[in-house]
């Protein structure tokens, strides 16, 4: 492993200032991705600056009925909190049925949002690889690219976000709230995750020394009867080869409000968008959600081995919002 | 009279290995300890143009570089055996690092050394290896049109064809034909502690603390390979994480530690990465096999072809031997077993739990499903038809047990209750479906005379020893219960040590083999000192027993007395102390039967497996596992129990889970952690029933022990597979069986 530096912080300010003022330095909070992507060689920061301190760990209810998570609450206790699992079960759900419990009790929230994607291309720190050394190609696009993406790719990267937990926030329209050398803004999820395009290196919109502080989720009527399923070749301790948030909310057989994401099959936590256009306003029946789905896939990019997730993902949204339709998981 | 064998006595090493008590050879810690980095290549094939050195030199507490230009040579590189024959048994026939040439991706091209693990690690990720690739072949496909046949495998042990009778004839005369053509995923074997070795030097004497599952081969391959002395060479391994066949032969990196420690005059430990365990110490080949069968109309066999192609490494003829039960298991004149092979950019595969017969017998298992579908017959009603009574000899079954293992698995599981009708059963979204297979295994004798050694000491306590190695199975536990009852001794008098080749040999624990071979070592060696101190007890005047027939005299908790005298008798201590005696031994062998012994010999074993098939995504649940099995005489249930669920679950995750894939372009695997190779975790495993059907065995060894090792793996994969079919209706022709191979296509009615 290679050397580094290593300083504690115990206030927003100092950290950001820390990290801001030192371009090979970085932020470790949970460390459970941080840390295996600095012994893989991936990752090759100078100085970790540790933020595990600071005092970001509420998860509490907004005065509109949302729900405040600070960046540094960890996944056991979100996943668990009476907040959560009651008015955001899909929220929940997706915790646990991520990572493990050891490493559910370290993960922080906002180290969730920014794992980087589990390509074995990216992790083995030789193959080229254009999200890790940009311009030098993109290995998966030709090769073993069984839990690769299918929706959101270029041709510069097919690689799939892990995120089981940034799925469902994608779903209920979360909000990341950062403070940077800029000072602080508030970045609505789903622009937080950029897609690959030319630059794939690039992941989210921030600045170096930008941190996230907490993720506002606001408060949604059909989040309370919400779901989270997640298929995958084992039952535990593994990520995704298709997941699905969804929340639907029918009134006299027609839908009146519908939110539909998924994990696994996109280069970003995905938006169902195209799905719940069609969904809107028309009938809540099998064959509308078939049809619903098969939409959403449309311009799916599948490649040699990563077909079969397109029927798999059509097939377990339609599965998701019959259940939620239903009253639940 | 036996008192302690047969019962499930916990692990006597239990304690210290839960509380961290037991070191493992990455914990020796020897004065002047410094760590060897291995740094693989990164190219399938070609040749190592340059290496930059000069930033890994630089770097903090490096002491010396080694690569193929500064490395000593090897002395005598000798043949590649199974470890089972108590040779030098190398995992391979190359040894790196003597030229240029890479001939697979992850073969050591250079080692660094360094006064801290983690400082060696970073040294070595400095280093700058240039390359010039040349064209590789890694897969099947890449290399079939080149495949040959092979004409011996396991070094040239065994023949790679057998044949009988007229296989094309019959199977074209047959009126009932079924072919099945099934592709395998290479397996790794993933121990949980990687390999590592320590090597220090004491002038011309080499000691090796090695994490392996055969000392002995550790020791002869060393020597041969450096051209020292046997008796120079010393090896100890005291408690190994795992072994699965990764650590049942010596690979390069063992003697590459001896090398840096002589070229540094340190101490060395050199400690595999979870990545270079993926290539360093072998793995189940790539493999495809294809079974056809001809029969009448009522089920019975008139042909069996079985066929095997697999990857190889440029220098060995490897395979697992695919074919060694389908030739015996079922009476069938006419059959043709061979071996075809693709030289490979790959190091040597290597034993794997289970070799050969895991997908081996599921091939076979999984036609004699398509044969009971074909002809109506019950499946298990179909194997009992079929079981041969004799092996493909002719001699009789050292003993069987098989078909009470069908009866017993049938009834245990329900059987009888199963509409054999495809797709049949459905529970909310998964459809139900149940599938069976038979197990059996060979019992191989290629091991040469096994030896143990006994001291009774005069304060009543008793060590046996012997040159084998516990590597997780629990042999120290049921090695401490042969010998007990062997004495006549309590459990908690004796201590069984093993680990240290200055102890009498034992081969490799290897091939199922190990609890058999060793235990009838350790049976004789304390049945001699037994026969000794009773001839002592009658012959001495001052004891209560003088004068007594010998025979006569029985020994229980340490004690010799006439069974028919209640009162008369005297303990070991007793008299040892007496007689100024501080310790007395004695030395036990055990010389196997001859490998062409006029016997069958085969353990034999029943799958049932209950699985639940979710046929829009293509999960596989398995929900129930129920395994019958005929080892001959059980040592200690619990720990036999464990050995063969564990055996299931592989199975399991073979069929379901386990496959690794190469990257051809670049040639190497694409999984090389355990995060990315799938194990099955305990939310995966169902409800496990072992069960015994209890033979009697006076052939194998004086105990009668057939092993656990390997038969609770074979054809597991065979009954998950016939009970996904039996769920969905569709049979799935590759392992693993992953969720977009069993899922329904697109245009499936419900």
Redesign the interface.
């Known amino acids: 492993?290679?050397?580094l530096g290593y300083t504690r912080v115990s206030t927003v300010d100092t950290a950001v200032a820390a990290v801001g003022a030192d371009a090979t330095s970085t932020f470790l909070a949970g460390g459970t991705t941080e840390v295996d992507l600095i012994r893989l060689?991936v990752s090759r920061p100078d100085v970790l600056v540790d933020i595990n301190s600071l005092p970001l760990k509420e998860i509490a209810y907004t005065n509109d009925g949302g729900l405040r998570i600070g960046a540094l609450a960890r996944m056991s206790d979100v996943a668990r909190s009476p907040e959560v699992t009651y008015n955001f079960p899909a929220l929940s759900q997706s915790l646990l049925l991520g990572a493990s419990e050891q490493l559910r009790n370290m993960a922080s929230m906002g180290g969730n949002l920014c794992q980087r994607t589990?390509c074995?291309y990216f992790r083995?720190a030789?193959?080229p690889c254009n999200k890790r050394e940009p311009g030098t190609g993109c290995?998966a696009l030709?090769?073993?690219n069984?839990g690769h993406a299918v929706l959101g790719t270029s041709e510069q990267c097919i690689a799939t976000h892990p995120s089981d937990a940034g799925v469902a926030m994608v779903a209920f329209d979360a909000i990341v709230h950062t403070v940077g050398p800029s000072g602080a803004r508030s970045i609505p999820i789903d622009d937080f995750y950029l897609l690959p395009g030319a630059s794939p290196d690039v992941e989210h919109p921030l600045e170096h020394g930008e941190l996230i502080v907490g993720i506002e989720v606001p408060p949604a009527p059909s989040a309370r009867r919400s779901l989270y399923l997640k298929?995958r070749?084992?039952?535990?301790?593994?990520f995704a080869?298709?997941s699905v948030a969804a929340a639907i909310e029918v009134r006299e057989g027609r839908v009146a409000d519908v939110r539909l994401a998924l994990g696994g099959v996109g280069t970003k936590p995905w938006r169902a968008r195209r799905a719940e256009v069609a969904l809107t306003g028309g009938p809540a029946t099998p064959q509308a959600f078939a049809n619903a789905a098969a939409h959403e896939l449309e311009p799916a990019s599948p490649r040699r081995y990563n077909?079969?997730k397109v029927?798999?993902a059509q097939?377990?949204m339609v599965?998701a919002l019959t259940r939620a339709m239903n009253g639940g998981a | 009279m036996s008192t302690a064998v047969g019962r499930p006595v916990n692990r006597v090493d239990g304690r210290c290995k839960v509380t961290g008590a037991a070191r493992y050879t990455a914990e020796i810690v020897l004065p002047g300890l410094v760590h060897a980095a291995v740094v693989g290549a990164?190219i399938p094939s070609g040749r190592v143009t340059a290496i930059g050195e000069e930033r890994t030199r630089a770097a903090?507490g490096v002491l010396s570089v080694l690569t193929h230009e500064n490395l000593s040579r090897i002395a005598t590189q000798p043949p590649l055996l199974p470890s089972l024959l108590g040779t030098a048994a190398p995992g391979e026939t190359f040894f790196p690092m003597q030229d240029d040439v890479v001939h697979y991706a992850g073969q050591p091209v250079a080692i660094v050394i360094a006064d801290s693990h983690?400082r060696a690690?970073?040294a070595a990720?400095l280093l700058d290896v240039t390359y010039e690739r040349t064209d590789s072949t890694t897969t099947i496909d890449e290399g079939r049109a080149a495949a040959y046949e092979a004409e011996t495998l396991f070094g040239r042990l065994l023949p790679a064809r057998n044949e009988r009778g007229d296989v094309v004839t019959a199977l074209a005369r047959a009126p009932v034909r079924v072919d099945v053509a099934h592709h395998y995923a290479a397996n790794h074997h993933n121990a949980l502690e990687p390999s590592a070795t320590t090597a220090v030097w004491y002038g011309e004497h080499l000691t090796l603390y090695d994490s392996t599952m055969g000392i002995r081969a550790s020791q002869l391959t060393v020597a041969s390979l450096l051209g020292v002395p046997i008796s120079h060479v010393r090896v100890i391994t005291e408690f190994v994480g795992g072994g699965f066949g990764g650590k049942a032969l010596t690979w390069p990196h063992v003697t590459l530690a001896a090398m840096a420690a002589r070229h540094v005059r340190r101490p060395v430990r050199l400690s595999l990465t979870r990545p270079q365990t993926y290539t360093s110490n072998g793995h189940r080949e790539e493999q495809e096999q294809w079974v056809s069968l001809g029969a009448t109309k009522d089920g019975l066999l008139t042909a069996v072809r079985h066929e095997k192609l697999s990857v190889t490494s440029p220098f060995d003829d490897w395979a697992e031997p695919a074919t060694g039960v389908t030739t015996q298991l079922y009476a069938c004149e006419n059959y043709l077993g061979f071996h075809r092979l693709i030289r490979g950019n790959t190091m040597t595969p290597t034993f794997t739990r289970c070799p050969g017969e895991s997908l081996g017998v599921s091939t076979l298992e999984v036609a004699m499903d398509k044969l009971a579908y074909a002809t109506g017959v019950d499946p298990v009603e179909l194997r009992l038809r079929n079981h041969a009574s004799v092996d493909d000899r002719g001699n009789a079954w050292s003993s069987d047990g098989l078909e009470e293992c069908l009866r017993t698995g049938a009834r245990r599981f329900g059987w009888a209750q199963r509409d054999p009708e495809p797709r049949s059963r459905r529970e909310g979204?998964w459809l139900i479906g149940s599938g069976m297979s038979v197990a059996a295994y060979p019992v191989a004798f290629f091991m040469p005379v096994q030896q143990a050694r006994v001291r009774i000491y005069s304060d009543g306590s008793a060590v046996m020893q012997s040159g084998t190695q516990e590597f997780g199975t629990g042999s120290t536990t049921v090695m401490t219960q042969v010998a007990a009852d062997g004495l006549g001794m309590d459990i908690r008098d004796v201590t069984f040590e093993s680990g240290d080749t200055d102890l009498p040999n034992a081969s490799a624990s290897v091939g199922s083999m190990g609890a058999s071979m060793v235990s009838a070592a350790v049976h004789n060696a304390a049945v001699e000192l037994r026969r000794q101190l009773v001839a002592m007890a009658v012959a001495d005047t001052g004891s209560p027993l003088h004068g007594a027939d010998p025979s006569a005299v029985v020994v229980h908790g340490s004690r010799m007395s006439l069974d028919d005298t209640a009162g008369a008798g005297e303990s070991y201590a007793e008299l040892m102390r007496r007689n100024h005696l501080t310790m007395t031994e004695a030395l036990g062998s055990w010389t196997p039967p001859p490998m062409d012994t006029p016997h069958g010999l085969l353990t034999f074993g029943a799958h049932f497996v209950e699985v639940a098939v979710d046929p829009?995504?293509?999960?596989v649940?398995v929900r129930r596992m129920v395994g019958v099995f005929a080892p001959g005489r059980v040592l200690n249930p619990k720990l036999a129990r464990s050995q063969l669920m564990g055996g299931m679950l592989w199975g399991m995750s073979q069929a379901?889970?386990e496959g690794n894939?190469m990257?051809p372009?670049?040639g190497r695997w694409?999984?090389?952690n355990l995060?990315?190779y799938?194990v099955?975790?305990?939310?995966?495993v169902p409800d496990v029933t072992v069960e015994f059907v209890d033979v009697t065995d006076t052939v194998v060894n004086p105990l009668g022990v057939k092993g656990v090792g390997e038969v609770g793996q074979v054809a597991t994969a065979a009954a998950v597979m016939n009970a996904v079919f039996h769920a969905t209706g569709r049979r799935i022709e590759k392992l693993p069986m992953?969720?977009?191979l069993v899922?329904d296509p697109?245009d499936t009615p419900a």
């Open positions: 492993m290679r050397p060689g589990r074995a083995d030789v193959s290995s030709d090769g073993l069984r298929f070749d084992r039952q535990s301790y593994e080869l298709v077909a079969f029927p798999m097939r377990a599965r | 990164d903090d983690e690690q970073y990720s979204d829009e995504l293509g999960l649940r379901l889970l894939q990257d372009r670049l694409g999984a090389r995060g990315e799938l099955p975790v305990n939310a995966d992953t969720p977009e899922m697109p």
